[in-house]
């Protein structure tokens, strides 16, 4: 593996997908009040279960998979890397599409997003004091250009589709379901082009971290839903913290792999996780409309108005 493999370094991924998310983050302000963010914040247990699980659950997770799995070093620190990586728009999009809280979800990324700048590099350096590998440094998380990703395809489309929303409500309601159908493109799209982009090096990829990489993965969405759970959230809620565990930013993780840390085979299993993560998310997505479709679940269905 190289750091010009074309995971690493792609035009389509690298500029097609931040516009293609910022524009389906538009679509989901569009769908959203300021009151849905005031009802999180006037019962913000959900939002402090799933915080506490991403950023802290999340990174012992894969230690613990790490140390039971025997990984060779730069592997057990690229699973805890990315175990630590918040969520990113994607999981925003996918709790969209899986008719879960949307604005919970997008709660719980801002507030890991901003907290595991702290807590990535201390789980990190954690990993690699356990599993020491020749000629890694010190890993710093690159502050700035996570808090301006954040506020690019996070805050500001939603606050965008927000207004219009306030301002223009008719104009909003064709515009959500236009960007409802391109979300959906766009998420079928993100599948083939990772596919394609790995090419013959895919098995390659898949036998380095599969395993690992599944196993946090679940892992992760059963946390998620099983935190907020025990605060006695909604079935929305629940799904929401699923998704937000499960479906990582592995963006964030392949930069600190290899630009910051230099190594990148560390960037294998944030790489895998970035691929096989949509496969679970699929179903997710599945089950949510499926289960959203029963009238007892009616009232905690997203707006389609």
């Not at 915080?51 to 057990?76: I, S």
């Not at 599948?191 to 036998?207: A, F, K, N, P």
């Amino acid at each position: 593996m190289n750091e010009n493999h074309p995971l690493l370094d792609g035009p389509l991924l690298d500029t097609g997908l931040p516009i293609a998310l910022f524009v389906i983050m538009i679509g989901i302000g569009l769908s959203l009040r300021g009151r849905d963010f005031s009802q999180v914040l006037r019962t913000p247990r959900s939002a402090i279960a799933g915080t506490l699980g991403q950023v802290v659950l999340m990174p012992l997770l894969g230690l613990a998979l790490a140390w039971l799995l025997a990984l060779p070093p730069l592997v057990a620190a690229g699973l805890v890397i990315i175990a630590a990586c918040p969520g990113g728009t994607t999981s925003n999009l996918i709790a969209y599409l899986a008719r879960a809280n949307v604005a919970l979800s997008i709660v719980l990324t801002v507030s890991a997003s901003l907290i595991t700048i702290v807590t990535l590099p201390i789980f990190a350096n954690l990993a690699l004091d356990i599993w020491p590998a020749a000629g890694v440094g010190e890993i710093h998380v690159p502050v700035l250009r996570t808090i301006a990703l954040l506020l690019v395809l996070v805050l500001v489309p939603v606050l965008l589709g927000m207004a219009v929303r306030a301002a223009r409500p008719a104009v909003a309601d064709a515009m959500e379901r236009a960007v409802s159908v391109f979300g959906g493109l766009v998420f079928a799209a993100l599948i083939v082009v990772i596919s394609v982009s790995l090419g013959d090096e895919l098995w390659e990829y898949l036998r380095a971290a599969g395993l690992p990489v599944i196993l946090l993965n679940l892992g992760g969405l059963a946390v998620g839903f099983g935190v907020t759970a025990l605060t006695r959230a909604s079935w929305a809620d629940r799904v929401a913290g699923a998704v937000e565990l499960g479906i990582k930013n592995a963006t964030i993780g392949i930069l600190i792999a290899v630009t910051v840390i230099g190594q990148p085979e560390m960037a294998v299993p944030p790489g895998v996780y970035g691929l096989l993560m949509y496969a679970s998310a699929a179903a997710v997505i599945w089950y949510g409309r499926r289960h959203a479709r029963g009238p007892e679940n009616r009232a905690d269905e997203p707006r389609e108005t």
